[in-house]
């Protein structure tokens, strides 16, 4: 009975954790999130896992990630189901490695074992947003996204400093509150007394007070640096931008009729916005508006059908006196490995004076599966049922970090899923960007909490870079972010319209452009040390307790 009544409190520990971590993010109920909730989402994992054995903690780790994931991101199944499964199975591993290592971090520091699992925590996400299968979605900082006092220290060390102070609180309750009552009951189960819990909690924190106080420092000089930090953008140079937003996944279009009426209510809002604001200095258009490949239809013309459509665009483009921003697939014949002429195509993006493209920006972080598969040559069988398939397009990466430059503007365009990472984002205004220009298409989600999860997250990059962002989406969100992340102007979602935003022309000025994500490593790096460090202890006493028997 009591195997029984402990496996079903593990249960609903874990459900609560599955709850708290997916309700601090924009979800269904709550669009913009409980950014609240996340300070304390992780209690119920932390419990948990002083609960269960090592061995167990697998079992469990993998229920949570893929239940946590399932929850969270249940979007992607819109997009196919199959999505939803790999994404959901890449954590179910994930955590089946994380929850045992946090295990064993309590084996191996019986006193302060809540020190190495906050590292270890704060490492995984780090380590989750590096190489092919690199996704951000989740990252504990980005539930703050709302909270401007709290995010402004992403200026200094990027989103890992505040998931360390997000997370911290989690770590430390979850040590306190007592996993098992007494030698007859456990949490939930018989022998449940509240007065107990409250007295060994209120016990704990008062031996651990030095971390305490330390967190809490930490906390107050966040919130100190969050009200002073922020400028007053008022007086700064400003410039206004009209942004496109279709309300419309083009690639659903198939055939020249269909992207020929797309063309037409791409130039109608756009003639809309520049009616509405004349002094507009950038009309920008999302990720692949305009799916006819405009290169490749000007230069090889092997396509009839085609090219009218995009001789219509550059007859458009001519006659404005305004530069365009435009998403596309940029198809060229280069090259192979092979020394073979081949067609390839990357996602790009391209800025258009009149009818001359000036600038091209090829996307350089692919969105895995559905836009790259660098194993081709290992797994064929895998790489040819993914290029066979309508609505997958696997892009060759581009090599540089682009910046466009036009008028006043000098500006950089991170597609769709880069403005989730912050390295690229750092790049792009290291080589020069003063503003960032998101252009993305989430319209395949159908979902207002995806896109929302979406501007979490790129919120932090203007942040970060103390630069101005603006998001050009096909159906949101549409929006302008001041440097201090706040959210100047957003476009209603799921509509056709244009927002035309004025943004503060600023140089780029932030510690974390010229750190990086020094914290994320300074993080992954202390974390494995100390389980190093812990598992020579361990490894040294036993021996020594082996010779004193």
């Known amino acids: 009975m009591y195997r029984i009544s402990g496996f079903f409190v593990n249960l609903g520990l874990l459900a609560a954790g599955v709850l708290l971590f997916s309700l601090s993010f924009p979800n269904l109920l709550f669009i913009k999130g409980l950014p609240v909730l996340a300070w304390i989402a992780y209690v119920p994992v932390f419990i948990l896992i002083r609960r269960v054995s090592v061995p167990a903690s697998v079992f469990w780790g993998a229920l949570y990630g893929y239940a946590a994931y399932s929850v ?4 992607l199944a819109v997009f196919h189901p199959i999505a939803g499964l790999v994404v959901c199975s890449i954590y179910l591993v994930y955590m089946a490695l994380l929850f045992p290592l946090l295990r064993l971090a309590l084996t191996l520091f019986p006193k302060r074992g809540y020190v190495l699992q906050w590292l270890l925590w704060l490492g995984y996400e780090y380590l989750r947003t590096q190489g ?30 505040v998931s360390a102070l997000v997370l911290f609180p989690s770590v430390l309750l979850g040590s306190a509150i007592p996993a098992r009552l007494s030698p007859e009951g456990s949490l939930g189960g018989p022998g449940l007394n509240f007065g107990a819990v409250v007295k060994e909690c209120a016990g704990f924190i008062r031996r651990e ?12 000089l966040t919130l100190v640096y969050g009200f002073v930090s922020p400028v007053d953008y008022s007086t700064a140079p400003r410039a206004t931008v ?7 996944d083009p690639w659903n ?11 037409r209510v791409l130039t109608r809002l756009s003639d809309e916005a520049l009616a509405a604001a004349p002094d507009s200095e950038l009309v920008v258009w999302s990720e692949t508006a305009f799916i006819p490949r405009i290169y490749w239809h000007l230069t090889y013309r092997d396509q009839p059908a085609f090219y009218p459509i995009v001789r219509d665009l550059m007859d458009y483009l001519a006659a404005k006196d305004v530069p365009f921003v435009l998403g596309n697939d940029d ?13 390839v195509s990357y996602n790009g993006v391209m800025l258009f004076e009149k009818d001359t493209m000036k600038q091209l920006y090829r996307k350089l972080h692919m ?4 836009e790259h598969f660098p194993y081709k040559k290992q797994l064929p069988a895998i790489y040819n049922m993914l290029a066979s398939r309508e609505d997958i397009h696997l892009w060759k990466p581009g090599v540089e970090a682009t910046v466009f430059k036009t008028g006043r503007l000098a500006f950089s365009t991170p597609i769709c899923f880069e403005d989730t990472f912050g390295y690229l984002s750092r790049n792009f205004v290291r080589n020069g960007a003063d503003v960032l220009v998101n252009v993305s298409n989430d319209a395949w989600s159908k979902s207002v909490p995806a896109q929302m999860q979406h501007l979490s997250m790129a919120v932090f990059r203007a942040v970060e870079n103390r630069c101005s962002m603006i998001r050009s989406t096909a159906s949101g969100q549409t929006c302008a972010v001041d440097p201090s992340g706040r959210v100047l102007a957003m476009a209603e979602p799921f509509v056709e319209t244009y927002l035309n935003a004025s943004i503060p022309l600023v140089k780029p000025a932030a510690l974390y452009t010229v750190w990086g994500d020094v914290a994320g490593v300074f993080f992954t790096a202390a974390a494995i040390a100390l389980l190093l460090t812990g598992a020579v202890l361990g490894i040294l006493k036993q021996i020594k307790n082996g010779r004193n028997v």
Do not use: C, H, M
Not at 72 to 75: A, K, S, V
Not at 133 to 146: D, E, H, K, V
Not at 210 to 217: C, E, K, T
Not at 242 to 248: A, E, K, T, Y
């Open 331 to 343: 198809t060229r014949k280069e090259v192979n490995e092979n020394g073979i002429w081949d067609e």
């Open 209 to 220: 007070r030095v971390s305490a106080l330390l967190w809490a420092a930490a906390f107050a």
């Open 242 to 248: 009209s942004l496109i937003q279709q309300n419309n």
């Open 367 to 370: 969105v895995p599966f559905t």
């Open 253 to 263: 279009d198939n055939g020249p009729v269909a992207y020929a009426a797309n063309l």
């Open 132 to 161: 092919f299968l690199a996704y951000s979605y989740g990252i504990t900082g980005y539930s703050q996204w709302a909270v401007i006092p709290v995010i402004q220290i992403a200026s200094i060390g990027g989103v890992w400093i």
């Open 72 to 75: 969270f991101n249940y979007w």
